[in-house]
């Protein structure tokens, strides 16, 4: 029986992938890389001590990792932050499954300032239990930290009782770990094959499709 759904936040309520990955051109820049954008945007979902090895070599990570990393935060909070646009339809989706006994947790490891803003630019923050951040894990995603975290603030919610939805396949491939199921969603432009082969188990364009779609999807009491 399904007792809760765990929302990823970037890419899948908030439309910032896009400004994630600026804001990572930006921080490599600084320190002398040119990366490519579409090169950087595969790569948001995970966290930056996964990210940043992807691009430079182990020695330059031990020596510049903390400070790439610190000052794309840095600039995403001063500079695009406040240009992250909700999808549509997010907050009459959370209610639709509050109306089912269902229920929902953030699972983001952003920083506790971020969520609160993300919270009230949603306009959910009466709709949910609880949301995990940064200082809730050591490992970002593709490791399941972050859903062992948020499923640990359900009160004994098993894992097989809860249903993740996350834009990215390090969504797919984290909850998987721990035999959490994973909704897909394409809003945040990964492509359907992609989330389909990280193991989510059904598609949805975005929370407002995921919505009208709602009697036949894995989040309905009904099916």
Known sequence: ????????????????????????????EKYGYQIPFEQLRQQIGKGSEQIIPEFISQEAFERLGAKIADYRKQYYQENLLSKAKPFEKVPELFERLKQDGLKIVLASSAKEDTIAYYKEKLGIENLIEAATSTDDVEKSKPHPDIFKAALEKLDGVKPEEAIAVGDSPYDAEAAGKISLRTVGVLCGG?????????GCIAIYRDPADL?????????????
């Open 1 to 28: 029986m399904l007792k809760a759904v765990i929302f990823d936040i970037d890419g899948t309520l908030i439309d910032s992938v896009d400004l994630h990955a600026r804001a990572w051109v930006k921080a490599f």
């Open 190 to 198: 990964f492509s359907e094959i992609v989330l389909r082969e990280a």
């Open 211 to 223: 919505l009208a779609n709602y009697e036949r999807s894995p989040l309905s009491s009904v099916v």
